[in-house]
């Protein structure tokens, strides 16, 4: 069994989510039927505001209807982050969108105090494990790649995911932590950054990548580009010694 699978790095117009829906959806079109995962960046529609006054409250609501005719029209889960207001608090939420308009949502557990994140954005308080074309998925947001045993893998997923905005001064974390992350969870990890820079003086230069169970990096890119892979469920029922290490 095998999945087909599109990580999409680019760059963002800063609080637009309607810029960044048609700037999407082009990226998306695409690709056409080509894929059964399509993975877009944290807060894919506004970048890491830490102003989410300045956006709709609509907006949420909206992108998730795009969301739903995107994966629709191309028969793929399409996953990403967006700022979501639900009654009167903020959340950094996941939102992971299936064809048949189906849909299963994370909120960021580990919110990143250096930004002020904590203040503006309420932690989600649990993971969501969720099974899609016979894979089963973790997906998690940038910062919580910091805590491994948050990602810890007592659910027996096959893919670990992070959508992220992490800037290029500590980018060389990043990729080490995600390698980390494939070789401890004996899984495949998806790790999508976006590119460009924001107002807030931030450089993203991206490091989108994919790795295997056994830490073997499979794609990777600096610039705006869609990086494909394939997942094998072969590859990890029988090529990574999954069954004979213990992980707790």
């Known amino acids: 069994m095998t999945m087909e699978?599109?990580?999409?790095?680019?760059?963002?117009?800063?609080?637009?989510?309607?810029?960044?829906r048609k700037h999407f959806s082009k990226k998306i079109e695409?690709?056409?039927?080509?894929?059964?995962?399509?993975?877009?960046?944290?807060?894919?529609?506004?970048?890491?505001?830490?102003?989410?006054?300045?956006i709709s409250g609509e907006e949420g609501s909206l992108t998730l209807e795009w969301m739903k005719q995107q994966a629709f029209r191309t028969d793929a889960a399409?996953?990403?982050?967006?700022?979501?207001?639900?009654?009167?608090?903020?959340?950094?939420?996941?939102?992971?969108?299936?064809?048949?308009g189906q849909f299963d949502t994370y909120d960021k557990r580990h919110t990143f105090?250096?930004?002020?994140?904590?203040?503006?954005?309420?932690?989600?308080?649990?993971?969501?494990?969720?099974?899609?074309?016979?894979?089963?998925?973790?997906?998690?947001?940038?910062?919580?790649?910091?805590?491994?045993?948050?990602?810890?893998?007592?659910?027996?997923?096959?893919?670990?995911i992070y959508v992220a905005n992490w800037p290029s001064p500590r980018v060389s974390a990043w990729d080490t932590l995600l390698r980390a992350r494939a070789i401890e969870n004996m899984a495949y990890v998806l790790g999508v950054n976006r590119v460009g820079t924001d107002p807030n003086d931030l450089d993203y230069s991206g490091h989108s990548a994919a790795y295997?169970?056994?830490?073997?990096?499979?794609?990777?890119?600096?610039?705006e580009a869609v990086l494909r892979l394939t997942l094998s469920k072969n590859h990890l029922e029988h090529?990574?010694?999954?069954?004979?290490i213990p992980l707790l």
């Open 78 to 100: 399409l996953v990403g982050s967006v700022v979501f207001l639900e009654g009167k608090q903020y959340y950094n939420r996941l939102i992971f969108m299936k064809p048949d």
């Open 113 to 160: 105090t250096l930004a002020g994140e904590d203040k503006v954005y309420q932690k989600g308080t649990h993971r969501n494990v969720i099974h899609f074309r016979g894979f089963t998925f973790c997906p998690l947001i940038c910062y919580d790649l910091r805590f491994p045993v948050w990602s810890r893998n007592t659910d027996n997923y096959d893919v670990l």
């Open 5 to 20: 699978v599109a990580l999409i790095q680019s760059s963002l117009f800063w609080e637009d989510p309607e810029a960044n």
């Open 212 to 223: 295997d169970s056994m830490g073997e990096r499979i794609t990777y890119s600096e610039e």
């Open 239 to 244: 090529g990574s010694w999954k069954t004979g």
């Open 30 to 54: 695409a690709l056409g039927k080509a894929s059964d995962l399509i993975v877009l960046p944290e807060m894919f529609t506004t970048g890491f505001t830490m102003n989410p006054q300045n």
